[in-house]
């Protein structure tokens, strides 16, 4: 059987290829991301691979279905790039990883978030310019601080489990809270609240069509003054621009971003050459107190081999049976 990938990375290639020792499929990388003339160039292959910027729309579906694609399997857990019900009428199953190493995402999110309040991201190269001054690096502790986190699955969870060791209070929010959770002292709020309560408000719920722009100019305003917002889920989450205006006006603290509304454009790529047109990232990488990372909470090796293990189990489940074991389809 034959899998292509898109938007492939030499350590997909690494990885993925170590995994299929098990399995012996025929696996093609491309570099280039799925689109609606890439996927004209698919010829005998039963399944595809992508990631989270790889747009799977109707359009792009169709050609799949008549090329004869039977499986798209995401290597990620968020799936809001794929049209799920054209995979559906076109009978394509898709399948995902609805778990690999939360821990990973986790401690991203809490990296980010001790960068930022301890501002050692200018520290690092204030001192490698020989600057032993302390003037501006100012920070401010977590303990005692009220957490905000909106979305306690998987990752919510864990982040929860490493930010309790700092001593904080935590505020909750999700359509579906966790009784263990709650059992462990978490309070679960409405939104209203968590936004005004908050001094760290990070976020953990996947993007969907009611929740875009969840961080927008309203919701920021009900916020406390200098507040700081961490966002390693997905980057539609906050409406950047009014995100801008809030740092302009110190109303936002400091703000921590691995995900970004237009980061197909950017992440995952070298542009360190190119003239970048977004001025809307370009704005807001020129905060001091504006941390950006590139889509890279999930990069670790451990998660790295959860990935490429649970998808190429998930395709050869679905080859074989239609259906997979252990791992959750869409
Ligand atoms: P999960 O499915 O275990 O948990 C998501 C939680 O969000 C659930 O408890 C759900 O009830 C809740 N939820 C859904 N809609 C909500 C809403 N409108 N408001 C509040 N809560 C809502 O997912 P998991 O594994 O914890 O991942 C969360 C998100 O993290 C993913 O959807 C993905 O977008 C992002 N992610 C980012 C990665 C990165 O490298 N930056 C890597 C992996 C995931």
């Known amino acids: 059987m034959k899998v292509a990938f898109f938007s492939s990375k030499p350590y997909d290639e690494l990885f993925f290829r170590k995994e299929n020792e098990k399995y012996n499929f025929e696996l093609e990388f491309f570099e280039t991301s799925l689109n609606s003339q890439v996927v004209n160039a698919l010829v005998d292959e039963t399944a595809i691979c992508v990631f989270v910027n790889d747009i799977v ?43 690999y190493s939360p821990e990973a995402v986790a401690e991203h999110t809490l990296a980010m978030l001790l960068t930022l309040n301890r501002k050692t991201h200018k520290a690092y190269n204030r001192v490698r310019e020989q600057n032993f001054s302390l003037n501006g690096l100012l920070g401010f502790n977590i303990n005692k601080k009220t957490v905000g986190v909106v979305g306690t699955g998987k990752i919510g969870k ?37 936004f005004k309560e908050s001094d760290i408000i990070s976020l953990h719920c996947p993007l969907t069509p009611e929740n875009k722009y969840l961080i927008n100019k309203s919701t920021i305003s009900e916020m406390k003054d200098g507040v700081t917002i961490i966002n390693t889920s997905r980057g539609g ?52 107190n504006v941390l950006v990372t590139a889509h890279q909470a999930f990069f670790t090796q451990e998660a790295l081999e959860q990935i490429s293990e649970i998808t190429l189990r998930s395709i050869s489940d679905l080859a074989k049976n239609g259906k997979t074991e252990k791992i959750e389809m869409l």
């Open 57 to 99: 729309d109707r359009n792009v579906i169709e050609i799949l279905a008549n090329k004869g694609i039977k499986i798209i399997a995401l290597r990620c857990a968020g799936f809001n790039n794929v049209d799920l019900e054209a995979a559906k009428e076109y009978g394509i199953k898709v399948c995902r990883v609805p778990a």
């Open 237 to 288: 989450l906050i409406n950047t621009v009014d995100a801008i205006e809030a740092l302009k006006e110190h109303k936002i603290g400091y703000l921590g971003i691995d995900v970004y509304e237009q980061e197909e454009k950017l992440f995952f790529k070298d542009l360190s050459a190119e003239i970048i047109q977004d001025d809307t990232i370009q704005r807001l990488m020129s905060f001091p």
């Open 158 to 194: 864990a982040f929860i489990n490493l930010i309790k060791g700092f001593g904080c209070e935590i505020l909750a929010y999700d359509l579906f809270p966790d009784k263990e959770l709650e059992n462990s002292g978490v309070n679960y709020v409405d939104l209203d609240k968590l």
